[in-house]
T-cell receptor, first 111, second 109 residues
Framework: SAVISQKPSRDICQRGTSLTIQCQVDSQVTMMFWYRQQPGQSLTLIAT?????????ESGFVIDKFPISRPNLTFSTLTVSNMSPEDSSIYLC????????FGPGTRLLVL | AQSVSQHNHHVILSEAASLELGCNYSYGGTVNLFWYVQYPGQHLQLLLK??????LVKGIKGFEAEFIKSKFSFNLRKPSVQWSDTAEYFCAVEGKLIFGQGTTLQVKP
């Protein structure tokens, strides 16, 4: 199994600002995933981040809004740019290791 | 395209009642199927998974799920729920992990 930590665990941000969320895994993994869970809804995959290549974004998500870094096999960041209240969500990092493991999530509130 | 549909959005049961949560998927190829649980204030945990073999899969905490290929279903069951089973339950299908809408289970003590 993989142990995943995320920072920050929660934040309250002003409209128009950006927030970078960090994801750290206790083992080396090839694929890391970023999900969003909007209030009362299910999880939606934002993008897949492989080390050494550009992230692959799902329909409806773009790099300018959600830039992702993957500098090594244990770490990734997701930035939520130019935030609006609609970006208020829980953002989850996930890794694949036989099955998918999820981080505790970052709860974001945009005012 | 892959999709997952969970029929029950909010289920309320009394303790010791039996549970069945429906999950149907749409996917053209070989599927890997999962049930995840999210307890209040906690992060997602894997309950059980199906990759191949015996279609009746047993997971943690007494949960099981049956893969019925002809019905494109992967329903979650538990013969007797406990108050501690109160949580959000998500069915998911792989290639890329696609989640159903989730089912909120509330168990009354």
């Amino acid at each position: 199994s993989a142990v995943i930590s995320q920072k920050p665990s929660r934040d309250i941000c002003q409209r128009g600002t950006s927030l970078t969320i960090q994801c750290q895994v206790d083992s080396q993994v090839t694929m890391m995933f970023w999900y969003r869970q909007q209030p009362g809804q299910s999880l939606t995959l934002i993008a897949t981040a492989n080390q050494g290549s550009e992230a692959t974004y799902e329909s409806g998500f773009v790099i300018d809004k959600f830039p992702i870094s993957r500098p090594n096999l244990t770490f990734s960041t997701l930035t939520v740019s130019n935030m609006s209240p609609e970006d208020s969500s829980i953002y989850l990092c996930s890794v694949e290791g036989g099955t998918q493991y999820f981080g505790p999530g970052t709860r974001l509130l945009v005012l | 395209a892959q999709s997952v549909s969970q029929h029950n959005h909010h289920v309320i049961l009394s303790e010791a009642a039996s549970l069945e949560l429906g999950c149907n998927y749409s996917y053209g190829g070989t599927v890997n199927l999962f049930w995840y649980v999210q307890y209040p204030g906690q992060h997602l945990q894997l309950l059980l998974k199906y990759f191949s073999g015996d279609p009746l899969v047993k997971g943690i905490k007494g949960f099981e799920a049956e893969f019925i290929k002809s019905k494109f279903s992967f329903n979650l069951r538990k013969p007797s729920v406990q108050w501690s089973d109160t949580a959000e339950y998500f069915c998911a299908v792989e290639g890329k992990l696609i989640f159903g809408q989730g089912t909120t289970l509330q168990v009354k003590p």
